[in-house]
């Protein structure tokens, strides 16, 4: 069993079970950083707003990020540019920033270890993509920097920088925000019905609720099983390795992340989509041996991203025809700076508040992407799969993961450990 060390380092606090029947305003479904961050707007706007989460609240992926606020997403800009226009990215860019200072105003009052850092991606060849980045970015009128002398281990041909982003504890920063918010445990969602939810004990009455579980666990509607699939990647937290100024990752999605929290520094990378072979700890621990040999690895987990057909967020409206439910998923691997925007978007829309960066995120935008073909072929491919071992979701073939001890799913990232109990959704019942 592997335990972050956020999860080592932090104490929240625990809630009882939901029994009987509740009626409320706005449910949130997913205890999340997300789903909190919503709850927690929504009170401040003075809507009534209860929390349900399956487990523990950011006993999820939220537990297991490498906690980056940052609007400088890999080399996301030249494609936004080219595929959605000058003023979509711009949008993009803005939201991510408000959302940084949003963070940092809050972290003042919350003792979560927030640090001011510049935020890095590089590249180990594409110098010029890199500079175009640079370029684009500058038109955006975002205070960028350009590095080519490289502080980590290896060398790269060169690097865009973001200045005043951060980094911090999560764990911590959520004992602060759930002061006072309403929020049930060990309370799992089974069925969508109008006007209400059903889960093992009961009902919950609801005139709006927001769905956010990391990947969406109803199949009814939006064709969530279509637009995401899930990646898996790995870190390990080493004393005795490296200072950083800032936060570093690959532009390749194969490649690697660095970033300190106090004495240790946090390496991340060995992913690859759920289900499939991958590098895992064995990569970073070759990486530690070779580059950091008098190091010794603190921690180790492994994180699940929902990646999306265009690499941005679905936050909004769960479908068109459902108007009342929300959804906020496809973070890709900037979970904590876009839960922070979805909670914005989505209390703006419960609220009647116009956002200004809402449209950009619909997710009702157009599915017509290269990605579609590949999840789509995927899925298909395991769903003939002849095994006995099928997924609960959508009946998927799933595949032994020997690293973790878990069966995975290769279709959409559910996954379960050796006697069935689910680990990660959209799967939300045990595999029997």
């Known amino acids: 069993m592997h335990r972050s060390l956020w999860s080592d380092t932090a104490v929240l606090p625990q809630y009882e079970k939901l029994t009987g029947d509740l009626k409320t305003d706005v449910l949130v479904i997913g205890g999340g950083m997300c789903g909190l961050l919503c709850a927690?707007?929504?009170?401040?706007?003075?809507?009534?707003?209860?929390?349900?989460?399956?487990?523990?609240?950011?006993?999820?992926?939220?537990?297991?990020?490498?906690?980056?606020?940052?609007?400088?997403?890999?080399?996301?800009?030249?494609?936004?540019?080219?595929?959605?226009?000058?003023?979509?990215?711009?949008?993009?860019?803005?939201?991510?920033?408000?959302a940084v200072e949003e963070f940092a105003r809050l972290c003042k009052e919350a003792e979560c270890d927030f640090q001011r850092r510049t935020a890095?991606?590089?590249?180990?060849?594409?110098?010029?993509?890199?500079?175009?980045?640079?370029?684009?970015?500058?038109?955006?009128?975002?205070?960028?920097?350009?590095?080519?002398?490289s502080p980590l281990p290896i060398s790269f041909a060169a690097a865009v920088g973001l200045p005043s982003q951060g980094q911090f504890h999560p764990l911590k920063f959520l004992s602060h925000i759930v002061k006072g918010l309403k929020i049930y445990e060990h309370t799992a969602v089974t069925e969508f019905l109008p006007g209400y939810v059903r889960y093992e004990r009961g009902k919950i009455k609801a005139k709006k609720v927001i769905v956010a579980t990391h990947f969406p666990i109803l199949n009814k509607h939006g064709m969530y099983f279509l637009k995401l699939y899930q990646h898996r990647s790995y870190v390990v937290a080493l004393e005795h390795a490296q200072s950083l100024d800032g936060m570093y990752?690959?532009?390749?999605?194969?490649?690697?992340?660095?970033?300190?929290?106090?004495d240790m520094l946090l390496l991340g990378g060995g992913g690859g989509r759920t289900g499939k072979k991958c590098g895992n700890w064995v990569e970073l621990q070759q990486f530690q041996k070779k580059f950091y040999p008098e190091s010794r690895i603190a921690y180790q987990w492994a994180t699940q991203d929902c990646i999306s057909l265009d690499k941005?967020?679905?936050?909004?409206?769960?479908?068109?025809?459902?108007?009342?439910?929300?959804?906020?998923?496809?973070?890709?691997?900037?979970?904590?700076?876009?839960?922070?925007?979805?909670?914005?978007?989505?209390?703006?829309?419960?609220?009647?508040?116009?956002?200004?960066y809402a449209d950009i995120f619909a997710p009702d935008?157009?599915?017509?992407?290269?990605?579609?073909?590949?999840?789509?072929?995927?899925?298909?491919?395991?769903?003939?799969?002849?095994?006995?071992?099928?997924?609960?979701?959508?009946?998927?073939?799933?595949?032994?993961?020997?690293?973790?001890?878990?069966?995975?799913?290769?279709?959409?990232?559910?996954?379960?450990?050796?006697?069935g109990t689910l680990l990660n959704n959209p799967a939300n019942r045990n595999k029997g």
């Open 249 to 262: 990752v690959d532009a390749s999605s194969k490649g690697l992340s660095f970033r300190t929290y106090g």
């Open 312 to 356: 941005m967020p679905l936050i909004g409206k769960y479908s068109p025809s459902t108007p009342n439910l929300y959804v906020a998923t496809g973070f890709n691997k900037w979970g904590m700076t876009s839960s922070m925007v979805a909670a914005r978007v989505l209390c703006d829309a419960i609220t009647g508040v116009q956002n200004d």
């Open 40 to 98: 927690y707007y929504l009170k401040q706007a003075g809507v009534d707003c209860t929390v349900v989460e399956a487990q523990r609240i950011a006993g999820g992926v939220t537990a297991d990020t490498t906690a980056k606020v940052t609007a400088l997403h890999g080399l996301i800009y030249g494609d936004l540019v080219k595929n959605a226009g000058v003023e979509a990215a711009g949008k993009y860019l803005y939201a991510n920033q408000q």
């Open 120 to 149: 890095y991606t590089y590249s180990l060849q594409e110098r010029r993509r890199v500079e175009r980045e640079f370029s684009i970015l500058q038109r955006l009128g975002a205070n960028v920097e350009m590095q080519y002398e």
């Open 365 to 419: 935008r157009s599915i017509w992407k290269p990605q579609l073909l590949v999840n789509g072929v995927e899925t298909l491919t395991n769903f003939v799969y002849p095994t006995t071992k099928r997924c609960p979701h959508l009946g998927c073939a799933l595949k032994w993961n020997k690293q973790e001890h878990s069966w995975d799913c290769p279709c959409h990232g559910s996954r379960f450990a050796p006697d």
